[in-house]
């Protein structure tokens, strides 16, 4: 079974509680996606069948590593979808991926979280990897993660056009909604 | 925090260079929140010369806001650009105050 993410179109006053998986409307401060959220798991992404529910953008997602973290009750989901600029190299590519797998260690806000590279083979997309976390609230994304030297001073040379050595390109989508309950656990 | 750039040219270049930079890219770093602190050069070479340059933001959250803007400003990616048609290196580290 694929895991997959989707931005959804949504139509005024549309609810998700009819779809499969988890749904979320983003939350403000979304960036580059659409306005909501779907994770979902099968053999492919099904049509949401939701009256004003539209699929705008989808991956299909192959897991390079994650981690579970026990965690009850609600949670802030976020999703970076980025793009590896093409003629990375393989080795420069891994050590991105390593090194971006790291930001949990730093940054103890950080739940349950999954990189993976994008399956291209199910579904064409214009992106190359997908970086997910959970969060207990909100202020874990937008205070402990985005103030973490490791992120700032870090990770972040490799998506900072101003870097030479950087490999994302600037286009991202940085998208989050609220869970009921688990999405990556 | 600062952010230190550091770039290697040809000792015929850098010193043009460094006067471009105050005059084309320090102004629009500036209206992104960077404050030039002060620069350097050295010979590191016969012929080459490294430029250091370091400019300072207040904290974080002028960080990223400085992010943001840069990234959306097409003469930032053009000032790069010309750097990289003359420099023989270049680096650029963002610091946290020790």
């Not at chain 1, 659409?34 to 539209?54: E, F, H, I, Y």
């Not at chain 1, 579904?123 to 993660?145: C, I, K, M, N």
């Not at chain 1, 600037?170 to 688990?182: N, Q």
Request: glycine share 8%.
């Amino acid at each position: 079974m694929t895991r997959w993410v989707a931005q959804l179109s949504l139509d005024t006053g549309v609810t998700l509680e009819g779809l499969p998986g988890t749904a979320g409307r983003h939350l403000p401060g979304s960036v580059g996606g659409g306005d909501a959220t779907w994770d979902m798991v099968g053999a492919r992404l099904p049509d949401p069948g939701v009256r004003g529910v539209r699929v705008v953008d989808a991956v299909a997602l192959a897991l390079l590593c994650s981690a579970r973290v026990s965690l009850d009750g609600a949670r802030v989901k976020r999703t970076l979808l980025l793009r590896v600029r093409t003629g990375t190299p393989p080795e420069v590519q891994e050590q991105f991926e390593s090194e971006l797998a790291a930001l949990p260690r730093h940054v103890a806000a950080i739940r349950s979280w999954a990189l993976s590279r994008v399956d291209h083979s199910l579904a064409p997309s214009r992106w190359t990897h997908v970086w997910e976390q959970e969060y207990e609230s909100v202020d874990g994304l937008r205070g402990d993660y985005m103030r973490s030297p490791y992120h700032w001073a870090g990770i972040d040379r490799w998506f900072d056009g101003e870097v030479p050595r950087s490999i994302v390109e600037p286009e991202i989508a940085h998208v989050f909604y609220t869970a009921a309950g688990p999405v990556l656990s | 925090m600062s952010i230190v750039d550091r770039v290697t040219l040809g000792s015929d270049d850098a010193l043009p260079w460094l006067d471009r930079l105050r005059a084309s890219y320090a102004p629009g770093a500036a209206r992104r929140g960077m404050r030039l602190a002060g620069s350097w050069w050295s010979y590191v070479g016969p012929d080459a010369v490294e430029v250091t340059v370091r400019w300072e933001l207040p904290d974080v959250a002028a960080f990223w806001a400085m992010r943001r803007a840069a990234a959306e400003d097409e003469s930032v990616r053009s000032w790069w650009a010309m750097t990289d048609a003359v420099a023989i290196t270049r680096e650029r580290n963002v610091c946290a105050t020790a």
